[in-house]
């Protein structure tokens, strides 16, 4: 009892798989080693090769006609518009780069110019000191002055 045999379907379809891959094969062998076959089959490709040059030539034909693309057409359109979205992706990167360089000239033109001015100021505080000096030096000059007309005068005034 213990001998008995399951069915098991897998077996039944490996067995069934390789009998037709056999018969398959064994087919194709004796199709690919007979002659006549092998050149009607070379004749047959020359032929569907001729039929379809000849549609496709007649269906360039009638798009010329009718103003319609054809699939050259619409390949070489395919072409341009990759080239374009290439020529941007350059474009946008170059605009990228000047307006970094422009950032950071604009940076170092502001940078120049705050210390300018910082200097204007220091230079402006230093002149109106100075100012203030010399407007101090010719008030005590105008004073030596009057006294030494006054002492001209006292002096005149001793000699007659």
């Known amino acids: 009892m213990t001998n008995q045999n399951t069915f098991d379907p ?3 379809v490996n067995k069934f798989s390789s009998q037709w891959e056999k018969h398959g094969n064994n087919f194709n062998h004796l ?5 006549e076959v092998v050149q009607f089959s070379r004749l047959s490709s020359y032929i569907h090769t001729r039929f379809r040059k000849m549609i496709d030539n007649s269906q360039e034909l009638l798009a010329n006609q009718l103003n319609l693309p054809t699939k050259e ?3 070489n ?3 341009l518009s ?4 290439e020529k941007l992706d350059s474009l946008e990167k170059h605009i990228r780069k000047l307006q970094d360089s422009v950032y950071s000239t604009n940076k170092e033109i502001e940078s120049v110019l705050v210390e300018v001015g910082s200097d204007n100021i220091k230079l402006t505080k230093q002149l109106k000191t100075e100012l203030m000096k010399t407007k101090v030096e010719l008030v005590e000059a105008k004073k030596t002055h009057c006294e030494l007309l006054a002492m001209k005068n006292e002096l005149a005034d001793l000699k007659s």
Do not use: P, S, V
């Open 10 to 12: 897998d077996d039944l």
């Open 31 to 35: 199709l690919t080693n007979n002659r």
């Open 73 to 75: 057409g619409f390949a």
């Open 82 to 85: 990759i080239q374009i979205a």
């Open 77 to 79: 359109i395919a072409k």
